[in-house]
Protein backbone atom coordinates (compact mmCIF):
# COMPACT_ATOMS: atom_id res chain seq x y z
CA UNK A 1 0.00 0.00 0.00
CA UNK A 2 0.86 3.45 -0.36
CA UNK A 3 0.04 5.56 2.35
CA UNK A 4 -0.08 9.46 3.04
CA UNK A 5 -0.30 10.33 6.62
CA UNK A 6 -1.06 14.36 7.03
CA UNK A 7 0.22 16.02 10.06
CA UNK A 8 3.62 16.52 11.84
CA UNK A 9 3.56 15.94 15.67
CA UNK A 10 4.17 13.06 18.00
CA UNK A 11 1.19 11.48 17.26
CA UNK A 12 1.74 11.30 13.47
CA UNK A 13 5.13 10.08 13.89
CA UNK A 14 4.06 7.27 16.22
CA UNK A 15 1.01 6.37 13.18
CA UNK A 16 4.33 6.64 10.69
CA UNK A 17 6.41 4.47 13.02
CA UNK A 18 3.31 1.91 13.32
CA UNK A 19 2.57 1.75 9.52
CA UNK A 20 6.08 1.99 8.76
CA UNK A 21 6.15 -1.75 10.12
CA UNK A 22 3.77 -2.96 8.39
CA UNK A 23 4.50 -5.99 5.59
CA UNK A 24 2.01 -4.24 3.43
CA UNK A 25 3.54 -0.79 2.89
CA UNK A 26 4.82 -0.19 -0.17
CA UNK A 27 5.41 3.86 0.69
CA UNK A 28 4.98 6.31 3.27
CA UNK A 29 4.48 9.68 3.25
CA UNK A 30 3.87 12.67 5.33
CA UNK A 31 2.94 16.07 5.46
CA UNK A 32 4.22 17.90 6.60
CA UNK A 33 6.16 15.33 8.87
CA UNK A 34 9.08 16.76 11.18
CA UNK A 35 12.58 15.71 12.16
CA UNK A 36 12.01 12.19 13.44
CA UNK A 37 9.40 11.00 10.82
CA UNK A 38 11.79 11.93 8.17
CA UNK A 39 13.55 8.55 9.27
CA UNK A 40 10.35 6.23 8.21
CA UNK A 41 8.37 8.10 5.93
CA UNK A 42 9.20 10.61 2.79
CA UNK A 43 8.14 14.30 4.54
CA UNK A 44 6.75 16.38 1.92
CA UNK A 45 6.01 20.01 2.58
CA UNK A 46 2.16 19.99 0.91
CA UNK A 47 -0.29 21.95 3.02
CA UNK A 48 -2.30 19.42 4.58
CA UNK A 49 -5.19 21.70 5.17
CA UNK A 50 -5.50 21.90 1.28
CA UNK A 51 -8.03 19.14 0.16
CA UNK A 52 -6.40 20.71 -3.29
CA UNK A 53 -2.88 20.12 -2.33
CA UNK A 54 -3.40 16.62 -0.69
CA UNK A 55 -6.05 15.28 -3.51
CA UNK A 56 -2.81 16.43 -6.61
CA UNK A 57 -0.94 14.37 -4.41
CA UNK A 58 -2.43 11.49 -3.97
CA UNK A 59 -3.28 11.28 -7.67
CA UNK A 60 0.17 11.96 -8.01
CA UNK A 61 1.05 9.11 -6.18
CA UNK A 62 -0.90 6.71 -6.38
CA UNK A 63 -1.72 6.86 -2.91
CA UNK A 64 -4.05 3.66 -1.45
CA UNK A 65 -4.87 5.14 1.70
CA UNK A 66 -4.96 8.65 3.49
CA UNK A 67 -4.41 9.05 6.66
CA UNK A 68 -5.59 12.10 8.63
CA UNK A 69 -3.74 13.01 11.80
CA UNK A 70 -4.71 16.19 13.60
CA UNK A 71 -8.65 18.13 13.14
CA UNK A 72 -7.77 21.13 11.19
CA UNK A 73 -7.40 18.88 7.72
CA UNK A 74 -11.10 16.95 9.13
CA UNK A 75 -12.63 20.82 9.91
CA UNK A 76 -11.15 21.46 6.41
CA UNK A 77 -13.10 19.30 5.02
CA UNK A 78 -9.97 17.61 3.67
CA UNK A 79 -11.68 14.10 4.57
CA UNK A 80 -14.95 15.02 2.40
CA UNK A 81 -12.99 16.69 -0.67
CA UNK A 82 -10.77 13.33 -0.75
CA UNK A 83 -13.52 11.05 -0.29
CA UNK A 84 -15.32 12.93 -3.66
CA UNK A 85 -12.24 12.26 -5.86
CA UNK A 86 -12.15 8.41 -4.81
CA UNK A 87 -9.37 8.79 -2.02
CA UNK A 88 -9.46 6.16 0.62
CA UNK A 89 -9.61 8.08 3.51
CA UNK A 90 -9.16 7.39 7.26
CA UNK A 91 -10.29 10.11 9.20
CA UNK A 92 -14.54 11.02 9.83
CA UNK A 93 -16.07 13.45 7.26
CA UNK A 94 -16.71 17.18 8.27
CA UNK A 95 -20.11 16.38 9.78
CA UNK A 96 -18.87 13.48 11.85
CA UNK A 97 -16.13 15.54 12.93
CA UNK A 98 -18.36 18.13 14.43
CA UNK A 99 -18.06 15.87 17.34
CA UNK A 100 -14.78 17.81 17.55
CA UNK A 101 -15.09 21.10 15.83
CA UNK A 102 -17.97 21.92 18.31
CA UNK A 103 -18.55 21.51 21.60
CA UNK A 104 -22.86 22.65 21.35
CA UNK A 105 -22.87 20.42 18.52
CA UNK A 106 -22.01 17.42 21.06
CA UNK A 107 -23.96 18.84 23.82
CA UNK A 108 -27.06 18.47 21.93
CA UNK A 109 -26.35 15.35 20.37
CA UNK A 110 -25.82 14.23 24.09
CA UNK A 111 -29.00 15.85 24.58
CA UNK A 112 -30.86 13.45 21.62
CA UNK A 113 -28.37 10.34 22.79
CA UNK A 114 -29.08 10.30 26.67
CA UNK A 115 -24.99 9.98 26.90
CA UNK A 116 -24.09 11.79 30.77
CA UNK A 117 -22.28 14.60 30.31
CA UNK A 118 -21.85 17.82 32.61
CA UNK A 119 -24.85 20.10 33.00
CA UNK A 120 -24.24 23.58 30.53
CA UNK A 121 -25.69 26.29 29.14
CA UNK A 122 -24.31 28.06 25.72
CA UNK A 123 -23.90 31.99 25.50
CA UNK A 124 -23.30 33.84 22.04
CA UNK A 125 -22.60 36.93 23.80
CA UNK A 126 -20.23 37.89 26.89
CA UNK A 127 -23.04 39.89 28.87
CA UNK A 128 -25.25 37.11 29.05
CA UNK A 129 -22.45 34.13 29.76
CA UNK A 130 -21.79 36.75 32.70
CA UNK A 131 -24.52 36.94 34.15
CA UNK A 132 -25.26 33.25 34.17
CA UNK A 133 -22.00 33.09 36.08
CA UNK A 134 -22.84 35.62 38.89
CA UNK A 135 -26.07 34.05 39.21
CA UNK A 136 -24.49 29.85 39.65
CA UNK A 137 -21.48 31.13 40.93
CA UNK A 138 -17.68 28.78 40.83
CA UNK A 139 -16.60 26.85 40.28
CA UNK A 140 -17.79 26.41 36.98
CA UNK A 141 -15.86 25.29 33.76
CA UNK A 142 -15.97 27.96 31.08
CA UNK A 143 -15.03 26.94 27.31
CA UNK A 144 -14.80 27.98 23.87
CA UNK A 145 -17.08 26.50 21.55
CA UNK A 146 -14.94 25.84 18.53
CA UNK A 147 -11.43 24.60 18.15
CA UNK A 148 -9.19 26.06 20.02
CA UNK A 149 -6.01 24.15 19.86
CA UNK A 150 -6.75 22.66 23.38
CA UNK A 151 -6.55 26.22 25.15
CA UNK A 152 -10.17 27.19 25.01
CA UNK A 153 -10.84 25.41 28.72
CA UNK A 154 -11.08 27.23 31.60
CA UNK A 155 -11.81 25.40 35.01
CA UNK A 156 -12.70 28.30 37.04
CA UNK A 157 -12.71 28.06 41.18
CA UNK A 158 -14.17 31.57 41.48
CA UNK A 159 -16.75 33.89 39.72
CA UNK A 160 -14.38 36.55 39.22
CA UNK A 161 -11.54 34.04 37.35
CA UNK A 162 -14.71 32.68 35.14
CA UNK A 163 -15.86 36.08 34.89
CA UNK A 164 -11.99 36.99 33.43
CA UNK A 165 -12.14 33.52 31.03
CA UNK A 166 -15.48 34.51 29.63
CA UNK A 167 -13.70 37.65 27.80
CA UNK A 168 -10.67 35.56 27.21
CA UNK A 169 -12.31 33.06 25.39
CA UNK A 170 -14.44 35.77 23.83
CA UNK A 171 -11.16 37.82 22.67
CA UNK A 172 -9.34 34.17 21.34
CA UNK A 173 -9.74 31.71 18.75
CA UNK A 174 -12.83 29.87 18.50
CA UNK A 175 -14.64 32.25 20.57
CA UNK A 176 -17.71 33.17 18.34
CA UNK A 177 -19.64 31.26 21.39
CA UNK A 178 -18.89 30.21 24.73
CA UNK A 179 -20.11 26.93 26.76
CA UNK A 180 -20.66 27.22 30.79
CA UNK A 181 -20.70 23.99 32.18
CA UNK A 182 -21.07 22.03 35.69
CA UNK A 183 -17.39 21.32 37.09
CA UNK A 184 -17.25 17.40 37.31
CA UNK A 185 -15.32 15.73 40.22
CA UNK A 186 -13.34 12.65 39.61
CA UNK A 187 -10.61 11.15 37.70
CA UNK A 188 -10.52 12.03 33.66
CA UNK A 189 -9.43 9.07 31.67
CA UNK A 190 -9.20 8.95 28.01
CA UNK A 191 -10.85 6.22 26.12
CA UNK A 192 -10.06 5.36 22.24
CA UNK A 193 -12.36 3.70 19.93
CA UNK A 194 -11.74 2.53 16.13
CA UNK A 195 -15.07 2.77 14.38
CA UNK A 196 -16.52 2.43 10.23
CA UNK A 197 -19.72 3.74 11.11
CA UNK A 198 -21.07 0.39 11.42
CA UNK A 199 -18.69 -1.73 13.71
CA UNK A 200 -17.32 -0.45 17.32
CA UNK A 201 -13.78 -1.65 18.29
CA UNK A 202 -12.46 -0.37 21.57
CA UNK A 203 -8.92 0.55 21.10
CA UNK A 204 -7.67 1.76 24.58
CA UNK A 205 -7.35 3.83 27.57
CA UNK A 206 -5.10 6.14 28.95
CA UNK A 207 -4.28 8.91 30.81
CA UNK A 208 -3.27 11.90 30.15
CA UNK A 209 -1.65 14.92 32.26
CA UNK A 210 -3.05 18.24 30.74
CA UNK A 211 -1.51 20.61 33.18
CA UNK A 212 2.33 22.31 32.68
CA UNK A 213 3.91 21.41 36.07
CA UNK A 214 4.30 18.75 38.11
CA UNK A 215 1.31 17.76 40.89
CA UNK A 216 -1.23 18.61 38.11
CA UNK A 217 -0.56 22.24 38.47
CA UNK A 218 0.07 25.30 36.35
CA UNK A 219 -1.70 26.31 32.62
CA UNK A 220 -3.77 23.58 30.67
CA UNK A 221 -1.62 22.11 27.50
CA UNK A 222 -2.34 19.87 24.85
CA UNK A 223 -1.11 17.18 27.25
CA UNK A 224 2.64 16.47 28.82
CA UNK A 225 2.76 12.96 29.15
CA UNK A 226 0.71 9.63 29.36
CA UNK A 227 0.02 6.16 29.99
CA UNK A 228 -1.64 2.78 28.74
CA UNK A 229 -3.57 0.96 29.63
CA UNK A 230 -4.91 3.00 32.70
CA UNK A 231 -5.88 0.80 35.83
CA UNK A 232 -8.48 3.89 36.30
CA UNK A 233 -10.05 2.95 33.60
CA UNK A 234 -11.63 -0.95 34.67
CA UNK A 235 -13.27 -3.14 32.07
CA UNK A 236 -16.41 -2.67 34.23
CA UNK A 237 -16.00 1.23 33.58
CA UNK A 238 -15.28 0.93 30.03
CA UNK A 239 -17.93 -1.55 29.21
CA UNK A 240 -20.16 1.60 31.22
CA UNK A 241 -18.65 4.29 29.26
CA UNK A 242 -19.60 2.30 25.49
CA UNK A 243 -23.24 1.36 26.42
CA UNK A 244 -23.86 4.64 27.85
CA UNK A 245 -21.79 7.52 25.97
CA UNK A 246 -20.02 5.57 22.69
CA UNK A 247 -22.87 3.29 21.05
CA UNK A 248 -25.80 6.17 21.89
CA UNK A 249 -23.81 8.97 20.20
CA UNK A 250 -22.14 6.99 17.54
CA UNK A 251 -26.18 5.35 16.94
CA UNK A 252 -27.64 8.87 17.03
CA UNK A 253 -24.48 10.35 14.84
CA UNK A 254 -25.68 7.43 11.78
CA UNK A 255 -29.31 8.34 12.50
CA UNK A 256 -28.88 11.67 11.78
CA UNK A 257 -27.63 10.65 8.22
CA UNK A 258 -23.63 12.04 9.03
CA UNK A 259 -22.27 8.10 10.83
CA UNK A 260 -18.94 8.30 12.37
CA UNK A 261 -15.64 6.95 10.71
CA UNK A 262 -12.46 6.66 12.17
CA UNK A 263 -10.80 6.86 15.57
CA UNK A 264 -12.78 8.30 18.24
CA UNK A 265 -11.61 9.83 21.60
CA UNK A 266 -13.74 10.10 23.86
CA UNK A 267 -12.37 12.14 27.04
CA UNK A 268 -14.12 10.84 30.03
CA UNK A 269 -14.39 11.78 33.79
CA UNK A 270 -14.77 9.05 36.29
CA UNK A 271 -17.61 10.25 38.51
CA UNK A 272 -19.50 8.75 41.54
CA UNK A 273 -22.15 8.63 39.44
CA UNK A 274 -20.35 6.63 36.69
CA UNK A 275 -18.57 7.90 33.68
CA UNK A 276 -20.03 11.33 31.85
CA UNK A 277 -18.08 12.41 28.73
CA UNK A 278 -16.21 15.69 28.94
CA UNK A 279 -15.37 16.15 25.71
CA UNK A 280 -15.34 14.19 22.31
CA UNK A 281 -12.42 14.50 19.97
CA UNK A 282 -12.07 13.12 15.92
CA UNK A 283 -8.67 12.19 16.18
CA UNK A 284 -6.09 10.47 18.33
CA UNK A 285 -4.94 12.43 21.38
CA UNK A 286 -1.57 13.46 21.73
CA UNK A 287 0.64 12.04 23.43
CA UNK A 288 -2.01 9.07 24.36
CA UNK A 289 -1.46 7.78 20.82
CA UNK A 290 2.60 7.61 21.55
CA UNK A 291 2.10 5.48 24.37
CA UNK A 292 -0.79 3.29 22.83
CA UNK A 293 0.42 2.34 19.50
CA UNK A 294 3.75 1.01 20.85
CA UNK A 295 1.66 -1.73 22.73
CA UNK A 296 0.00 -2.85 19.70
CA UNK A 297 0.94 -6.06 18.08
CA UNK A 298 -1.71 -6.52 15.50
CA UNK A 299 -0.46 -4.86 12.07
CA UNK A 300 -2.31 -1.88 11.99
CA UNK A 301 -2.45 -0.53 8.45
CA UNK A 302 -5.25 -2.78 7.38
CA UNK A 303 -7.57 -2.07 10.49
CA UNK A 304 -6.94 1.84 9.62
CA UNK A 305 -7.90 0.22 6.06
CA UNK A 306 -10.71 -1.67 7.26
CA UNK A 307 -11.68 1.54 9.08
CA UNK A 308 -12.03 3.33 6.11
CA UNK A 309 -13.34 0.41 3.45
CA UNK A 310 -16.32 -0.29 6.06
CA UNK A 311 -15.08 -3.87 6.74
CA UNK A 312 -14.06 -3.44 10.33
CA UNK A 313 -16.16 -6.31 11.60
CA UNK A 314 -14.35 -9.47 12.78
CA UNK A 315 -10.82 -7.59 13.10
CA UNK A 316 -9.54 -8.10 17.04
CA UNK A 317 -6.51 -6.38 18.26
CA UNK A 318 -3.62 -8.14 19.83
CA UNK A 319 -1.62 -6.21 22.38
CA UNK A 320 1.61 -6.45 24.29
CA UNK A 321 1.21 -7.48 27.84
CA UNK A 322 2.81 -4.37 28.87
CA UNK A 323 2.34 -0.77 30.31
CA UNK A 324 3.63 2.27 28.01
CA UNK A 325 4.23 6.07 28.94
CA UNK A 326 4.92 8.78 26.89
CA UNK A 327 7.04 11.78 28.64
CA UNK A 328 6.75 14.92 26.94
CA UNK A 329 9.73 17.05 26.77
CA UNK A 330 8.43 20.88 25.86
CA UNK A 331 10.37 24.45 25.00
CA UNK A 332 10.76 26.08 28.62
CA UNK A 333 7.32 28.89 28.20
CA UNK A 334 4.93 26.45 26.68
CA UNK A 335 1.96 26.78 26.96
CA UNK A 336 3.02 30.44 26.52
CA UNK A 337 5.29 31.72 23.86
CA UNK A 338 8.70 29.88 23.84
CA UNK A 339 11.76 30.05 21.54
CA UNK A 340 12.45 27.69 18.51
CA UNK A 341 15.81 26.82 17.12
CA UNK A 342 17.78 25.35 20.11
CA UNK A 343 19.69 22.22 19.28
CA UNK A 344 19.05 19.51 20.52
CA UNK A 345 21.72 16.36 21.55
CA UNK A 346 21.64 13.00 22.59
CA UNK A 347 18.62 11.49 20.80
CA UNK A 348 20.46 8.66 19.44
CA UNK A 349 21.90 7.90 23.33
CA UNK A 350 18.48 8.57 24.28
CA UNK A 351 16.79 5.46 22.40
CA UNK A 352 19.51 2.69 22.83
CA UNK A 353 16.76 0.56 24.96
CA UNK A 354 14.80 -1.52 22.85
CA UNK A 355 12.00 -0.60 24.96
CA UNK A 356 12.48 3.32 24.72
CA UNK A 357 11.13 5.21 21.32
CA UNK A 358 12.03 9.16 21.54
CA UNK A 359 8.79 9.96 19.14
CA UNK A 360 9.62 13.84 17.66
CA UNK A 361 6.90 16.26 17.78
CA UNK A 362 8.08 19.58 17.09
CA UNK A 363 11.62 19.14 15.56
CA UNK A 364 13.50 20.35 12.53
CA UNK A 365 16.07 18.80 10.81
CA UNK A 366 19.39 21.12 9.68
CA UNK A 367 22.10 19.40 8.22
CA UNK A 368 22.97 16.99 10.80
CA UNK A 369 21.48 18.76 13.57
CA UNK A 370 17.91 18.16 15.28
CA UNK A 371 16.30 21.43 15.96
CA UNK A 372 13.42 22.59 18.47
CA UNK A 373 10.73 23.61 16.38
CA UNK A 374 7.57 24.24 18.33
CA UNK A 375 6.02 23.88 21.75
CA UNK A 376 6.37 20.04 22.48
CA UNK A 377 8.87 18.80 20.56
CA UNK A 378 9.55 15.56 21.95
CA UNK A 379 8.13 12.31 23.24
CA UNK A 380 9.88 9.63 25.49
CA UNK A 381 8.28 6.76 25.14
CA UNK A 382 8.96 3.84 27.31
CA UNK A 383 7.60 0.06 27.78
CA UNK A 384 7.74 -1.45 30.47
CA UNK A 385 6.21 -4.42 32.50
CA UNK A 386 4.47 -2.39 34.79
CA UNK A 387 4.41 1.58 35.20
CA UNK A 388 6.62 1.77 37.47
CA UNK A 389 9.19 0.08 35.36
CA UNK A 390 8.53 1.93 31.99
CA UNK A 391 8.39 5.22 33.55
CA UNK A 392 11.98 4.33 35.21
CA UNK A 393 12.65 3.77 31.65
CA UNK A 394 11.59 6.74 30.17
CA UNK A 395 13.09 9.09 33.11
CA UNK A 396 16.58 7.33 32.56
CA UNK A 397 15.86 8.07 28.47
CA UNK A 398 15.65 11.70 28.98
CA UNK A 399 18.58 12.17 31.30
CA UNK A 400 20.23 11.50 27.76
CA UNK A 401 18.68 14.37 26.34
CA UNK A 402 21.02 17.40 26.02
CA UNK A 403 18.29 20.54 25.52
CA UNK A 404 19.01 23.32 27.85
CA UNK A 405 15.77 25.02 26.30
CA UNK A 406 13.70 22.41 27.16
CA UNK A 407 11.18 20.95 29.97
CA UNK A 408 9.46 17.85 31.41
CA UNK A 409 7.13 17.09 34.23
CA UNK A 410 8.67 14.62 36.59
CA UNK A 411 6.12 12.49 38.14
CA UNK A 412 3.77 11.15 34.83
CA UNK A 413 2.13 8.39 36.10
CA UNK A 414 1.96 9.22 39.46
CA UNK A 415 -1.93 8.47 39.77
CA UNK A 416 -1.31 4.88 38.84
CA UNK A 417 1.58 4.46 41.15
P1 LIG B 1 -11.69 19.62 27.12
O1 LIG B 1 -10.89 20.34 26.07
O2 LIG B 1 -13.16 19.81 27.03
O3 LIG B 1 -11.26 18.21 27.33
O4 LIG B 1 -11.22 20.25 28.51
C1 LIG B 1 -9.86 20.29 28.88
C2 LIG B 1 -9.73 19.87 30.31
O5 LIG B 1 -10.52 20.72 31.16
C3 LIG B 1 -10.24 18.49 30.61
O6 LIG B 1 -9.32 17.51 30.31
C4 LIG B 1 -10.54 18.58 32.08
O7 LIG B 1 -9.35 18.48 32.84
C5 LIG B 1 -11.07 19.97 32.22
N1 LIG B 1 -12.55 19.95 32.12
C6 LIG B 1 -13.28 20.13 31.01
N2 LIG B 1 -14.60 20.05 31.28
C7 LIG B 1 -14.71 19.82 32.59
C8 LIG B 1 -15.82 19.63 33.49
N3 LIG B 1 -17.07 19.73 33.08
N4 LIG B 1 -15.53 19.41 34.79
C9 LIG B 1 -14.25 19.35 35.24
N5 LIG B 1 -13.17 19.50 34.45
C10 LIG B 1 -13.38 19.74 33.15
N1 LIG C 1 -3.87 14.95 24.80
C1 LIG C 1 -5.07 15.63 24.55
C2 LIG C 1 -5.45 15.76 23.16
O1 LIG C 1 -4.90 15.14 22.27
O2 LIG C 1 -6.39 16.49 22.88
Redesign the pocket.
Known amino acids: MRVLVLGGGGREHALCWSIAQSPLLEKLYCAPGNAGIAAVAECTALDPDSDEAVIAFCQRESIDLLVIGPEAPLAAGVSDAARAADIRVFGPSRAAAMLEISKTFTKNICDASGAPT?AYAAFDLPEDAKAHVRQTGAPI?V?ADGLAA?KG?I?AETEADALAAIDHIFDGPGGASVVL????MGE?ASFFILTDGKTILPLAGAQDH?RAYDGDDGP?TGGMGAYSPTPSLTPMLEQAALEQIVTPILTEMTARGTPYGGILYV?L?LTADGPKL??INARFGDPECQCILPRLKTDLLPVLAACADETLAGTTLDWRNETCITVVMAAKGYPGSYDKGDPIGGLTDAATDPKVTVFHAGTKADGDQTLANGGRVLGITALGQDIAEARSRAYSAIKAIDWPGGFHRTDIGWRAL
Do not use: D, Q, S
Open positions: AVKGVVEEKLEKNGMIE
